[in-house]
């Protein structure tokens, strides 16, 4: 390691940092939080009531009338899990230079300590917007989220499961066969079929969305490429693959299923799990139709004692920080706090189709 002169004038010419795209894609198109989707209580409740598609009978004049039976609702009661990083800050953080200081400071330690934690807030609040994008992303696979509490970094505490049906979940799709087995005939008969669950529920089928494999295979059709032909005389849809602000996501145009007419989007958002393993936020092989706002993003509550207070706080808020000072050990650490829900709108507002491909 070479030694640095002192008598020598040095420049820091070269700061590089890893930028990480922000992965929000499910989040931000299908669990907007709205205004009263934050809320000062513990737990949520959630009504679900299937549609109605029955006829009218034929009633006999000398009957007079028939009566209908009132229909059911089912109510679901949910308890957000608690999201909580800190970051501890200590003397040896504040003696260390850091990241992009010059070599020869002019910042006071109190100075760095705040530029620390202000790094620290945004890199706690990356964390949780992840896992916000994983629990939404997980509640439309599954219908439900199973979410693994920690007591510490290692420890493993309790289970939490989150479902959003009785018994058994009606967003599931079998496919007839596998998509790539032929030149498309399977595709798109599957998909109208999956719009079509959709649309006897009065739900709208707006988006397909599309793992990597799938979309790959779906390029190679030939049935696809000749529907897409200008001068076949008809107007199928248009692919036009398109990036967007989502690092991993594509839309790639639009294509009409039997008279839905679906926006095809590509997902290949990635993250970092407890194993520190790779993984997709949407599987390679399968699809899904679904709708813009088909859920959404709910908070409950924080209750805590503040710095420098005796009585406890209640927040109603997306994010909730925490100051905590450690004064006989020249301490300081920073907690920041989230209660998040994904929960749908309606009753199954997605369908989704597992392995359609390979």
Known sequence: M??????????LMAITEEIVPQPTFFRD????????????????LTEYRKGDRKLAAFVSPRVGDIPLDRRGYAIHEYQPAFIAPSRLLTLDDLKKRGFGEA????????????????????????????REEWMCAQTMIHN???????????TK????????Y?????????????????????FFSDVKAMCRLLSRR???AADLVLGTDVADA?????????????????????????LTQYDGVVVMGVLNFGGFKLTLICCDETYVDDNDVEQKYFPATSAMVTAPNCGHLMYGQITQIDFGATDYTTYAARRVPKFVLDQPNDTRKLRLGARPLAAPHNYCPYIYAADVVG
């Open 144 to 154: 439900a989220c199973t979410m693994q509490e920690y007591i510490d970094a290692k």
């Open 29 to 44: 198109r299908y669990f907007p939080t709205g205004d009263g989707d934050i809320f000062k209580a513990d737990k949520v």
């Open 202 to 204: 009065g739900l709208r």
């Open 166 to 186: 009785d018994e058994a979940s009606e967003h599931i799709y079998i496919a007839s066969n596998k998509w790539d087995s032929d030149d498309g005939d399977y």
């Open 218 to 242: 779906i390029l190679s059709m030939e049935r696809v490429q000749k529907l897409l032909d200008k001068n076949s005389g008809i107007i199928t849809g248009q692919i036009d693959q398109t």
């Open 103 to 130: 070599l020869y400071p002019g910042m006071t330690q109190a100075q760095r300590a705040a530029k620390l934690q202000l790094e620290d807030m945004t890199d706690m609040d990356l964390r949780i917007r992840r």
């Open 157 to 164: 505490g309790d289970v939490l499961y989150v479902q959003f």
């Open 2 to 11: 070479a030694t640095l002169n002192f008598f020598d004038t040095y420049v």
